[in-house]
Nanobody
């Protein structure tokens, strides 16, 4: 069973950048669907970006499109976050299908493996 560990969160000024990492251990994440979710206090968790790790196709929520970029390399999922805004403050959690995921499913995958999350705080 693969395990996911996030890192890279922390405080940042509005307009700044952060790069989140999600390291997979215990099994390969190749041919998985993976995603970053975030949850702010008092709000529901939302999926902000997803990727197929071998096909490479990605999808982004409108709120982060053109500011955030997903990438995958060597069992690690990255989220490059630029032009950060105070409303981006949340706990960011990565997730994986935990097994083969068909590339067209990247926007509708079921995520069976979750990390514990990392806090991102954007100060105005």
């Amino acid at each position: 069973q693969v395990r996911l560990t996030e890192s890279g969160g922390g405080p940042v000024q509005a307009g700044g950048s952060l790069r989140l990492s999600c390291l997979g251990s215990g099994a390969t994440l190749w041919q998985n669907c993976m995603a970053w979710f975030r949850q702010a206090p008092g709000k529901e968790r939302e999926k902000i970006a997803a990727i197929h790790t071998s096909d490479g196709r990605t999808i982004y929520h409108d709120s982060v499109k053109d500011r955030f970029t997903l990438s995958y390399d060597r069992n690690t999922l990255f989220l490059q976050m630029n032009s950060l805004r105070p409303e981006d403050s949340a706990i960011y959690t990565c997730a994986a299908s935990g097994g083969y995921c068909s590339p067209p499913m990247v926007g509708r995958a079921t995520y069976n493996v979750w990390g514990l999350g990392t806090q991102v705080t954007v100060d105005s």
